[in-house]
């Protein structure tokens, strides 16, 4: 399969495929507001999709749709002084009233409406004359803040009409990337990220899939290079877009496997490399062994126990989440992992290994899961790889001991409504000398 056919198949595999679903719920919702509020039951009238999905960068998996629900200019003098919340709960009550058994709650800015493995968020607003928009912030006692998604919406249509479609599908492609790799990384940033670097350069404005294992190194250089800040100026609406966590490091590591996967010797490793940058929604290479000579499945001496989070819960990272892990010999602490993989030191058997969560910025009442995955001709001679996703004992630690050598894989996941929203992982080597 060659570079256009890999990557065409690539961003077929990141196609929303629940759109039916969200539209229907985007319309009931909108439905219960306008009953609400001006006694129509209208499904389309005076809501706007916005976020990811309003700006048709989306892909499999997303878990956050933001919809805007434009108040009538009448109800204005009603919530003006100081009724932020009060706009707020009214949203929600009327949402309730039609729909009682779905859970619907205040969340400073918005209404979470939560369906199963993803959820609505709406923002009531009013439009103002400029197109912009007025919306309730709940904190500090509450005030009225300016959004402007239609600018950012329209700035990514005509953008990516200038650059031969390639802004939207850079921006699907980076969200895989931040799924695989855990980087916590907000929608709009994305967006405003991808637009940034391709503005950067004239190179790919008539190019296409051909040239997107290019685009992709180039694109994660750029994001390296990035100097440390705290926030970007939205594409369109020039609106501060917060840096919550940093994506350097892992940008530079893409880079650096895109660059093998472009040099690549064979298919085989070039496969390899552009998974590894990725994930699964990269497609594998395709089988050319004949069926008379390919390796007999009943030869193989151990058994396949790997599990892939993917295939329990959709994954939309938007939180960071770091692990790390004591190492004990004799009960005492000697190193931290992450202190020996820097110092380059290798493990060796016979050592306990407590990994445990050190970061997490996401909401409290997540759900972790861990996988202990081991690698390597000793692994598969005992039978012994693993891989099973098995569920946190509740304090976000799993213990592990260092048997044979080898490599060995933990990760570890944040589960929150049905969806992974933060992931990491730590590579645990192991030697017997």
């Not at 923002?123 to 912009?132: A, L, R, T």
């Not at 048997?403 to 944040?414: K, L, R, S």
Request: proline share 3%; glycine share 6%; net charge positive.
């Amino acid at each position: 399969m060659g570079t256009s056919d890999m990557f065409r198949e690539f961003l077929t595999n990141l196609a929303v495929d629940n759109a039916e679903q969200i539209s229907l719920r985007y319309g009931e919702v909108t439905a219960a507001l306008n009953k609400k509020f001006r006694d129509t039951e209208s499904k389309t009238a005076n809501s706007l999709q916005v976020g990811s999905y309003g700006r048709w960068t989306a892909i499999k998996g997303i878990s956050d749709l933001d919809m805007l629900y434009i108040m009538p200019k009448g109800k204005w003098d009603d919530y003006r002084n100081g009724k932020q919340l009060q706009l707020l709960t009214d949203t929600k009550d009327a949402i309730k009233v039609r729909y009682p058994n779905t859970i619907v709650r205040v969340d400073r800015l918005v209404v979470q409406v939560l369906y199963d493995k993803f959820q609505i968020e709406v923002q009531p607003v009013f439009e103002q004359e400029d197109g912009s928009f007025k919306y309730p912030d709940t904190y500090g006692g509450g005030s009225w803040k300016i959004t402007k998604p239609r600018e950012e919406i329209k700035a990514m249509s005509e953008f990516d009409t200038l650059k031969n479609q390639n802004l939207r599908r850079l921006c699907k492609m980076a969200r895989a990337w931040k799924n695989k790799h855990g980087v916590g990384l907000g929608g709009l940033l994305i967006d405003t990220l991808a637009h940034n670097f391709l503005i950067s350069t004239t190179e790919y404005n008539d190019r296409s899939y051909l040239y997107y294992d290019l685009m992709s190194r180039d694109f994660f250089k750029y994001l390296a290079d990035r100097p440390s800040q705290e926030y970007y100026a939205a594409l369109g609406s020039g609106q501060r877009v917060k840096v919550k966590n940093i994506f350097q490091t892992k940008a530079n590591k893409a880079y650096e496997l895109c660059i093998e996967a472009i040099d690549a010797k064979s298919e085989d490793r070039a496969y390899d490399r552009w998974k590894k940058v990725y994930g699964r929604p990269f497609p594998a290479k395709p089988e050319t062994v004949p069926d008379s000579i390919a390796i007999s499945f009943s030869a193989r001496t151990w058994n396949n126990t790997e599990q892939f989070i993917e295939d329990m819960y959709p994954i939309d990272i938007r939180y960071n989440l770091k692990i790390d892990c004591d190492v004990l010999q004799d009960g005492f602490r000697g190193y931290s992992l992450s202190e020996m993989l820097y110092k380059k030191l290798f493990l060796k058997p016979n050592k306990s290994l407590i990994f445990q969560v050190t970061e997490f910025d996401g909401k409290a009442n997540s759900n972790f899961y861990w996988k202990v995955l081991n690698c390597g001709n000793e692994a598969e001679k005992r039978d012994c790889i693993r891989g099973q996703i098995v569920a946190d004992s509740g304090n976000r630690k799993k213990e592990e001991h260092t048997n044979f050598q080898g490599e060995h894989i933990v990760e570890c996941y944040a589960v929150q409504n049905g969806i992974v929203i933060a992931k990491d992982r730590i590579i645990v080597p192991i030697k017997s000398y």
